[in-house]
């Protein structure tokens, strides 16, 4: 008993003098570890394990869920953005694809009717913006169907190549509405080489006749550049926003971000479940933390679609825990 | 525009510098700045507060009496935390030591934390002595560490409970907040018992001089007051230093026992 005292007087001077966050080491010796247990509960720090007779325990306070969640901006709380791979298979083969989306790339549509379902759900559960990716969506024939179930929940966004807006698809395209709806449209370069070295042949072109189609029916329109480490330039990067001026895109509609070294990509930005800021993302095949990975069993999260309350939730609280275990590795690791 | 106000704190554990920074960082969005300063000891902190280098100080109550003995009254409690307004003292035994009163304590030995700490010091030594227990009376085995932190780093009363426990003392006086920390006497009812327990007083709070003007003085309360609790980052950092749930305006009549006790014990006002 006087042991166990003792243990109890030991570990409020070993972990009450440590910096909240902290793992400290106590030795325990031979008292109850359930009586650990109670005490670091009670105290609200964590016991991480006991082993040969030493307790580690994280100090607390350990800063709970929604602590963690406010440290990241509204616009980019996990949960707020819904990503949902409409197919899978596209028009083009872009050699950075993180998908792995080509004309030979099977279909896998999450289909009109999961769709009105995940959004309706999603927004009842704080998702305040939808994102349809593909593949290229356009390939899908009743994508206006799709897209007007969401905008009826939710601001929306379709990302496309913009190179299929003739015939069928133009008049599809016509009757999506303009109100809550943005197309992102990808063009990576001011000039044609770039893009089409990566995108194929004529692709610049028929993009930016796209932009200009999409502009005239009055649609909003965000332009997305997919740009490899160092083919960028600041001359580039100056002449490429020249473009976009020329066009009438606004400033806050221009994304430039790196490849990601994920699908076709061999070079490129390392992402992780643990580097990214989940953006939840849904395919025919499941729920994944983010669109970058959509196709990779690294970051998958459920094969469960719904209920997707239940997905949003598991992503908010596994971004969490990797957060505060960061922050411990952060604290922990020096080189000297 | 008025510079930031500066907050003194003393540096007593390393969560001192998360603690005030978060503090200042919710004072940045608020209507009057803040900065603080780390001292060693109270003992700089209040001369510092006196000679106007700091506007206000986080004291401890024995910080709050000397500055108030040393400026004539001419200072001020702002502000402190929910836990300030109970404080308490407990006596505590080895389980079935058969002490059941204060009085039980004549002839045994009294394990004391600090001498400058008021909960494991100075207030029991006032409540064995209203007990009727004179100076020959009770053997205090005084653990003087970490002396100019006031008992904050609560080592000496750690080290009291170890003599408690290596039955080199009877009995020890403790802080409630050390007592709960070891885990009172809940998670080992066999081993440690609590026999006394004191009124509640008044521990902590922020110390202004007269000359702090009015409105700077109720900008920073009324910004402290409403730190939120429901708020994740706020309370993060209101759990840090210690609070239950909220910042509260300061009970005075708290520290009546304080200044009793440092008048009937000859404590200086300055040292």
Redesign the interface.
């Known amino acids: ?2 042991g ?3 243990t ?2 030991d570990l ?2 070993r972990v ?5 966050g902290e793992r400290v080491p106590v030795q325990v010796g031979d008292s109850d570890p359930e ?1 650990v247990g ?2 670091c509960e ?3 720090h964590r016991l991480l394990r006991i082993d040969d007779g030493v307790a580690v325990i994280m100090r ?2 350990i ?2 869920d ?6 990241i901006p509204p616009e980019r709380q996990p949960g707020t953005r819904l990503w949902i791979y409409t197919n899978f298979d596209c028009n083009l083969a872009c050699d950075y694809c993180c998908a792995r989306s080509s004309p030979q790339a099977e279909r896998r549509a999450v289909g009109p009717e999961r769709i009105r379902r995940l959004v309706a759900e999603g927004a009842e559960h704080g998702v305040t913006e939808v994102y349809l990716t593909g593949g290229e969506p356009f390939l899908l024939l009743d994508l206006d169907e799709i897209v007007r179930d969401c905008v009826a929940r939710l601001p929306t966004t379709v990302l496309t190549n913009g190179m299929l807006f003739r015939g069928r698809r133009l008049r599809m395209l016509r009757a999506m509405p303009r109100d809550g709806l943005a197309l992102q449209i990808s063009l990576d370069s001011a000039t044609p080489d770039l893009h089409d070295l990566h995108r194929g042949a004529g692709s610049w072109q028929r993009a930016l006749d796209g932009i200009r189609t999409a502009r005239d029916e009055g649609f909003r329109v965000r332009v997305a550049a997919t740009v490899s480490p160092g083919a960028a330039g600041t001359d580039e990067t100056a002449a490429f926003h020249g473009l976009l001026d020329g066009l009438g895109i606004e400033r806050a509609d221009r994304v430039i971000r790196p490849v990601a070294q994920r699908g076709f990509a061999d070079d490129g930005v390392t992402l992780t479940v643990e580097s990214l800021v989940p953006e939840v993302t849904v395919t025919a095949d499941g729920v994944y933390w983010h669109p970058v990975a959509a196709d990779h069993a690294d970051q998958l999260v459920t094969r469960d679609l719904f209920p997707l309350a239940d997905a949003i939730d598991e992503v908010r609280r596994r971004f969490a825990d990797y957060r505060r275990e960061s922050e411990l590795a952060a604290q922990r690791f020096t080189c000297a | 525009m008025r510079q930031a106000v500066l907050v003194g704190a003393v540096a007593y554990t390393t969560n001192v510098v998360p603690i005030w920074e978060g503090i200042r960082d919710y004072f940045a969005d608020g209507p009057v700045e803040m900065d603080f300063v780390l001292f060693s000891n109270y003992g700089r902190q209040v001369d510092a507060l006196i000679d106007g280098t700091i506007d206000i100080a986080w004291n401890t109550n024995l910080a709050w009496v000397r500055t108030v003995l040393q400026t004539d009254g001419r200072c001020r409690a702002l502000a402190m935390r929910d836990i300030d307004r109970t404080f308490q003292t407990v006596f505590v035994s080895r389980a079935g030591a058969s002490l059941g009163d204060l009085a039980d304590l004549r002839g045994r030995r009294v394990a004391l934390g600090s001498r400058d700490s008021a909960q494991a010091a100075i207030l029991p030594v006032k409540y064995m002595r209203d007990a009727g227990l004179g100076t020959d009376d009770v053997e205090l085995i005084r653990i003087d560490t970490d002396l100019g932190k006031h008992g904050d780093t609560g080592r000496s009363e750690l080290d009291a409970v170890r003599a408690l426990l290596d039955e080199e003392a009877d009995a020890v006086a403790l802080g409630i907040n050390t007592w709960e920390a070891i885990g009172s006497d809940e998670l080992m009812p066999d081993a440690l018992t609590e026999f006394w327990r004191s009124p509640e007083y008044c521990h902590c709070n922020f110390t202004a001089l007269d000359s702090l003007p009015d409105d700077v003085g109720k900008l920073f309360v009324d910004h402290l007051l409403a730190m939120s609790w429901d708020d994740p980052k706020q309370r993060t950092v209101m759990e840090l230093e210690g609070l239950r749930r909220e910042w509260v305006l300061p009970e005075l009549d708290g520290y009546a026992s304080l200044f009793t006790a440092v008048e009937e014990q000859g404590i200086p006002a300055r040292w």
Not at chain 1, 16 to 20: P, Q, R, V, Y
């Open positions: 008993m006087v166990d005292a003792r109890l007087v409020v001077a009450g003098a440590a910096a909240a009586l109670r005490w009670r105290a609200g607390g306070p800063p709970d929604d602590a963690v969640l406010a440290e």
